[in-house]
């Protein structure tokens, strides 16, 4: 091997020529490298179809692709109408079609592109989505089209869905788990009976209310093509808008086509109030290792809509704050030292659980703590989740911001790993924006958030009044005009009380 100081050269013997190795070998083709032509194949592409209907596609390298529709439909539209159609609609979905004579056939007809089907409600989301083979996306579009439009809704298919509803109804209040529960309180006491406030679940009475009469009445002022967005990711775009013209455009849904009459646009009214559910948890887990009587709690403040732009702040600050169960808090990049384990898990030993959340909606938002603990230290756990409350106000550590900041971003990239995940991003989005803020733009927003920002957001979050939940033996609970009163004052103390008598 001769190398010399600007070129190498190699040479295999006498029979061949030394030849420099940056030169193109005689009689080989011409490789073609893989380049990068910047964000154009990856950026989200959005076509708007004559009905109003928008189509989203994100393309991903592989031979599967998730598709679906996302309406703008949910418990919160459900104010002129007895709650739990949401509810009602996500069992009934992927039933008999008009195409279809059961889901089996729906489930069959999925199987030869190796496909899967669900749906899923939200507050203010109506979800359905399909993944298959990539070769399988016109009768994927056509099947999506026909489960949304044109469902049969039969009386055999609506009376199995109110036992499958009164059964979660009944699920819900005895799981050991109470977070579900709690999340549909919190909303209820913040948005007293409107909008995210409306129940989630189906109220027991109201299961014998809902029949297909009452079910076509919503679908016809809800399921309409400009509330609607076809999102798909891991196809070209082109091909989703050409299955979308051929099974969307013209596709008459099965409860006509008059114009919408009643769809309630009100704005989420932000009330603040107290929601209280004496419940005897002491038999929740029996077994050999019986999870204890626990007394759960949960404190909310109105924060900001994810429209704004202090949405981006009130995540860091949710992150920042973290927390989890007593068991969970701990573990490698689970939030060892977010606020909520160092000053609450780590010094309170009696506490089983604090965790922030953060639920954000097109017109408002609403950060809250939940905490548990033994019925005894009720009053001594709403003092230190008020505390932590107003020491958000105080300004944040250079490090724990960092922190937070790069938790954030790796969570949201860690997350977009993920196609299901992808495909709900950019569906939800354009539902609500019209447009989509790519992962990088997030992070760009997210790395610019400074202390100021965090200490803006808050004070402004703690003019509001507080919601509250509370379930369990609630004997030391402290009153809703205390907790008030903590959250008013400069250290979140709770006022004092004397008893002459303990």
């Excluded at 679906?68 to 949910?74: D, P, R």
């Excluded at 099974?247 to 919408?260: F, I």
């Excluded at 958000?392 to 949201?412: D, F, H, I, P, V």
């Excluded at 202390?451 to 609970?477: C, F, H, N, Y």
């Amino acid at each position: 091997m001769l190398v010399k100081a600007e070129k190498r050269y190699s040479s295999s013997g006498s029979g061949y020529p030394n030849i420099s190795l940056s030169t193109p070998l005689p009689g080989i083709p011409k490789p073609v490298f893989a380049s990068v032509d910047g964000q154009e194949k990856y950026e989200t592409k959005i076509t708007t179809l004559e009905n109003g209907l928008k189509i989203a596609s994100q393309n991903k390298f592989g031979q599967f692709c998730t598709v679906g529709i996302l309406i703008n439909s949910g418990s919160r539209h459900e104010a002129k109408y007895p709650s739990g159609i949401a509810q009602f609609l996500e069992k009934l979905a992927f039933s008999s079609t008009a195409q279809y004579g059961s889901k089996d056939e729906i489930l069959l007809t999925l199987e030869k592109h190796g496909g899967i089907c669900d749906c899923q409600t939200s507050r203010d989301t109506t979800m359905y989505a399909v993944s298959a083979e990539v070769k399988g996306l016109d009768t994927v579009v056509s099947l999506l089209s026909d489960a949304v439009l044109q469902p049969r809704l039969l009386d055999e298919e609506i009376e199995m869905t109110k036992m499958a509803v009164r059964f979660e109804l009944e699920d819900l209040n005895m799981r050991p788990d109470p977070e579900p529960l709690l999340t549909e309180m919190i909303h209820a006491a913040a948005y007293r009976g409107n909008t995210v406030g409306l129940p989630r679940f189906c109220p027991a009475d109201n299961v014998d209310k809902l029949d297909k009469t009452v079910l076509h009445s919503y679908l016809r002022n809800y399921y309409r093509p400009e509330r609607m967005v076809l999102a798909g990711v891991g196809i070209e775009h082109e091909q989703l808008v050409d299955s979308a013209r051929k099974y969307l455009l013209d596709a008459k849904p099965v409860w006509g086509t008059s114009p919408a009459a009643n769809v309630d646009l009100s704005v989420a009214q932000y009330t603040g109030g107290i929601v209280k559910m004496e419940k005897d948890m002491s038999d929740v887990s029996l077994g050999p290792t019986p999870i204890p009587e626990l007394t759960h709690i949960m404190i909310g403040l109105e924060s900001c809509s994810f429209l704004e732009d202090d949405f981006i702040p009130f995540a860091v600050l949710n992150m920042m704050m973290g927390g989890g169960g007593s068991f969970s808090a701990g573990g490698p990049g689970k939030g060892m030292f977010t606020r909520l384990y160092l000053n609450v898990l780590n010094r309170h030993h009696w506490m089983y659980n604090a965790t922030s959340y953060h639920h954000s909606y097109e017109d408002s938002g609403l950060l809250c703590i939940h905490a548990s603990a033994d019925p005894r230290q009720v009053r001594e756990m709403v003092e230190i989740i008020t505390r932590e409350f107003i020491q958000m106000g105080g300004s944040a550590g250079e490090m724990e911001l960092e922190r937070a900041k790069t938790q954030l971003k790796s969570m949201l990239m860690m997350n977009l790993e993920s196609r299901p995940v992808i495909f709900e991003d950019v569906g939800r989005q354009v539902l609500s924006t019209g447009k989509r803020k790519l992962p990088h733009e997030l992070c760009h927003l997210i790395s610019s958030v400074t202390a100021s920002d965090i200490k803006k957001v808050t004070t402004k979050m703690l003019r509001s009044k507080p919601a509250v939940a509370a379930l369990g033996d609630l004997t030391e609970l402290p009153s809703y005009e205390h907790i008030q009163a903590a959250l008013s004052s400069k250290d979140g103390r709770l006022p004092r009380i004397y008893r002459l008598f303990r």
